[in-house]
């Protein structure tokens, strides 16, 4: 397993928490709530890349196709 793959997900989950606290005490809650969807869904694209790696490790391991 890949640990530059759980370093990347925890630092970007690190970063986004820290600007949405920062953000929320500003009073700029619609931008936190911004901020926070975006990491997610930078997390989650990351985290599909990572799968679609394993699935063609896997296809050539098993020799499918």
């Known amino acids: 397993m890949n640990f530059d793959l759980i370093l990347k997900v925890a630092g970007i989950g690190l970063l986004v928490a820290i600007l949405a606290i ?7 809650k619609d931008q936190a709530q911004m901020v926070t969807i975006a990491g997610v869904v930078v997390v989650l694209y ?3 890349q990572g799968l679609a790696d394993l699935f063609v490790l896997v296809k050539n391991v098993f020799n499918l196709y």
């Open 22 to 28: 920062i953000l929320t005490e500003a009073g700029k």
């Open 46 to 48: 990351i985290v599909i």
